[in-house]
């Protein structure tokens, strides 16, 4: 071998060297920008973010910034502009893993992979309160939500009005995104009214000679009255039905206590039964203009499968568990509702 070929030879070979060892570099950099961990959360497992309707990719970048969520800001804005994330950014709530990696940060951000919300309805009897409650916990603000729910126009299309909506809403609970708009928000529960108002359900209202909303007026009184007992709620709604048929009040307190708006109140007076609200049912013959509540869909079975009695009155019993004593003579009503003052009466409950 010449000199010549040697030299050459030994050019070829540190030229290999050199990319070699550039190619190695420029590898584990680019391990490093994808896959090495990039997200510092301390001794937190995850944590939650939020991005808001509207952010720009500088906006994502300050709110991880203000939870001092990177280690390392010029990889992550780096493989964001490789994967195309800077002009696709998704709003709402997601859960940022510990040593999560920009590669799996960016998938999970630029996929709108959210955390959902959960929400329900209980506790809760109007619908300033579940304005108030649904506010909490999404994007939108409380008080747009509130509004739409007193907007006729806006309701006209989900087939309801301002004085029933509350029986659009089925109590149950549901998963939802944080950036769900009102919009949104009432379509999922026009929905979930719909799946709850079968072709069965709706026959045997229409046998009843009542509408849907109005099953869910009574079922929202029958509910008030008994909360937990189904068999005590057919009954309760038989009693009703047979004022309804009768053409007399329903004379049922939790109207009086809703009509008057203090959910408080452990006693109807025999004064507050004569005011002269919409949902007193003392006052006014037949069902009030909307629920006193969110009727539950056992509830609504209960009027839908109402037990067939005589019953025309009912009185709480003086045990105070809840249930109740029924009657078919006004006689036997004023016995047990004697027995049920004497025992708030004790409790000194006026």
């Known amino acids: 071998m010449t000199k010549k070929t040697s030299f050459f030879k030994k050019i070829i070979i540190s030229i290999f060297l050199v990319?070699?060892?550039?190619?190695?570099i420029g590898g584990y950099y680019a391990y490093k920008v994808i896959y090495q961990s990039n997200v510092n959360l301390g001794t937190?497992?995850?944590?939650?973010?939020?991005?808001?309707?509207?952010?720009?990719?500088?906006?994502v970048i300050r709110i991880l910034g203000t939870n001092n969520i990177l280690k390392n800001r010029a990889t992550f804005e780096f493989l964001s502009e490789k994967k195309k994330y800077k002009n696709n950014i998704k709003p709402g709530k997601y859960r940022?893993?510990?040593k999560m990696s920009n590669n799996a940060l960016i998938n999970l951000l630029r996929g709108g992979i959210q955390e959902p919300v959960v929400i329900n309805f209980n506790g809760i009897r109007t619908t300033k309160q579940l304005a108030a409650r649904i506010g909490r916990r999404i994007e939108t603000d409380s008080t747009d939500l509130y509004d739409a729910m007193n907007n006729d126009d806006y309701l006209s299309k989900y087939g309801f009005n301002s004085g029933n909506v509350l029986a659009m809403f089925i109590p149950n609970t549901y998963e939802i995104f944080w950036n769900t708009s009102i919009d949104e928000f009432f379509d999922r529960m026009a929905n979930e009214y719909k799946k709850v108002w079968t072709e069965e359900r709706k026959q045997k209202a229409a046998k009843l000679g009542l509408s849907q909303v109005e099953v869910a007026i009574l079922a929202s009184i029958v509910q008030a009255e008994q909360c937990c007992d189904y068999e005590e709620k057919r009954k309760i709604a038989g009693l009703y039905i047979n004022r309804l048929k009768k053409g007399m009040a329903?004379?049922?307190?939790?109207?009086?206590?809703?009509?008057?708006?203090?959910?408080?109140?452990?006693r109807v007076s025999y004064e507050q039964t004569h005011l002269d609200l919409p949902h007193n049912t003392y006052r006014n013959?037949?069902?009030?203009?909307?629920?006193?509540?969110?009727?539950?869909?056992?509830?609504i079975d209960a009027v839908l499968n109402y037990d067939k009695n005589d019953?025309?009155?009912?009185?709480a019993k003086d045990d105070l568990s809840g249930k109740h004593y029924f009657s078919k003579t006004y006689e036997q009503h004023c016995n047990y509702a004697k027995r049920y003052r004497k025992a708030l009466d004790k409790l000194g409950i006026r």
Do not use: E, N, R
């Open 250 to 266: 329903l004379q049922s307190d939790p109207t009086v206590i809703y009509a008057i708006g203090d959910f408080s109140i452990d």
């Open 311 to 315: 019953y025309i009155f009912m009185c």
């Open 285 to 299: 013959k037949g069902l009030p203009p909307g629920p006193i509540g969110f009727a539950q869909v056992s509830s």
């Open 44 to 59: 937190k497992k995850s944590q939650i973010i939020y991005i808001p309707t509207g952010s720009s990719f500088d906006d």
């Open 19 to 24: 990319l070699l060892i550039t190619s190695g």
């Open 96 to 98: 940022i893993l510990a």
